[in-house]
C-alpha cells in the first residue's frame, strides 16, 4: 500500500516540486558566502555526474553532431537563465521569486511564434496580458527593497528575473522542439553536462578552488537538481500533463513556507492576490487546447480522452 501511494504520478510530483523550492532556498541561503559563480558551476558538475553515469548506465546511444550543437547552444541559454534566476533569488524575497517566475510560462506562445512560427491564439494573449496585471500587482504589492538583514538591489533583483523567464520560455521551446527526437535520458545529461564544461574553466580561471566547507552543499544541489528532473519524468510518465499542471503552483506554498522559516520574510496580501492572477493566467493557456478540442468537438470535457 506504501509503496503504491508513494508511486502516484501526484504525490511524486508534489514531492519533486517541494524539492525544487528546496533547492531555491538553498541557493538563496549559500549563494552570498559560497559564490553563484562556485555554485553554479559545481551544481552542474555533480549534477553531470549523475546524468552522465544514468545515460551509461541505460546505454543510450551516441548522440549525433547536430544533437551536440543543438544541445550545446540550449546549454548555454540554460546557464544564463540558471545565472540570473540564482541572482534573482538573492536579491527578493523567496515566495516573489517564485510567484513572478511563473510567467516563463505566459511567455512560451511568443516565443514559440519566434522560434517556430506557432501561431498565438487570442486566448493566449489575453490571458498573458492579465497574467501581466498580475505581476504588476505583485511587484507592487512587495515594498521596500529591503529584505530582513540583507541589503538587496530590487530593481536589479527584479531584471534579472524576467531576464531568467524570457531565456526559460525560449529554453522549453527549443526542448520541445528535440523532446520527439531524443529520450529524456539524453535530453537531461545534456542538460547538465553542457552548463558543467562552460562554466568549470571559467571559474577555476577567474576564481580558483572554493572552500571545501561548500563542497558537500554543492554536492547536495546537484543530487536534488537531477532527483527533481528524475521524479517529474517519472509522474509525467503516469499521469496526464493536464492533471499535474496545477501541482506546479504548490511551489509558491513550498516557497512562503520556507521563506517565513529560514528569511523571516513576510509576503504581503498583494503577492498572493497578484500570484493568483499569473496563476489563472497560466491555466488559461495550459487548457485551452483541451477546451478547444471540446469546442471542435461538440463535446463535455469530460468526454474527451486525454
Not at 139 to 166: D, Y
Request: with cysteine; net charge positive.
Amino acid at each position: 500500500m506504501l509503496t503504491r501511494l508513494l508511486a502516484a504520478p501526484i504525490l511524486l510530483a508534489v514531492i519533486a516540486i517541494a524539492m525544487g523550492t528546496g533547492i531555491d532556498a538553498l541557493v538563496k541561503g549559500i549563494a552570498p558566502g559560497a559564490g553563484l559563480h562556485h555554485l553554479l558551476a559545481w551544481r552542474f558538475l555533480f549534477g553531470a555526474l549523475i546524468a552522465f553515469a544514468v545515460f551509461r548506465a541505460k546505454k543510450r546511444p551516441r548522440p549525433s553532431g547536430e544533437a551536440i550543437r543543438f544541445h550545446t547552444i540550449r546549454g548555454l541559454l540554460q546557464v544564463f537563465c540558471a545565472f540570473t534566476f540564482f541572482y534573482a533569488l538573492t536579491q527578493l524575497r523567496l515566495a516573489e521569486a517564485t510567484a513572478l517566475g511563473f510567467t516563463a510560462a505566459l511567455m512560451v506562445a511568443p516565443v514559440a511564434r519566434i522560434v517556430i512560427g506557432e501561431k498565438i491564439s487570442p486566448v493566449a494573449v489575453g490571458a498573458a496580458l492579465i497574467g501581466f496585471l498580475g505581476v504588476a500587482l505583485a511587484v507592487w504589492g512587495s515594498g521596500s527593497s529591503e529584505m530582513p538583514g540583507q541589503e538587496s538591489n530590487r530593481t536589479l533583483g527584479l531584471v534579472s528575473l524576467f531576464a531568467a523567464t524570457i531565456g526559460y520560455a525560449f529554453v522549453l521551446v527549443l526542448l520541445r522542439m528535440r523532446a520527439t527526437k531524443e529520450d529524456a535520458t539524453t535530453i537531461a545529461m545534456f542538460t547538465n553536462v553542457v552548463p558543467a564544461i562552460a562554466l568549470l574553466p571559467i571559474t577555476f580561471g577567474l576564481f580558483g578552488f572554493p572552500a571545501l566547507a561548500s563542497i558537500p552543499l554543492f554536492l547536495l544541489l546537484g543530487m536534488l537538481g537531477y532527483s527533481v528532473w528524475f521524479l517529474m519524468t517519472l509522474a509525467y510518465a503516469k499521469a496526464p500533463a493536464q492533471r499535474l499542471a496545477p501541482i506546479e503552483y504548490t511551489a509558491l506554498v513550498w516557497s512562503a513556507i520556507l521563506g517565513l522559516i529560514f528569511f523571516d520574510e513576510w509576503p504581503g496580501w498583494q503577492l498572493w492576490a497578484g500570484a493568483v492572477i499569473i496563476i489563472a493566467s497560466c491555466m488559461i493557456v495550459a487548457f485551452e487546447d483541451h477546451f478547444r478540442t471540446r469546442r471542435d468537438a461538440g463535446l463535455p470535457a469530460s468526454d474527451i480522452p486525454e
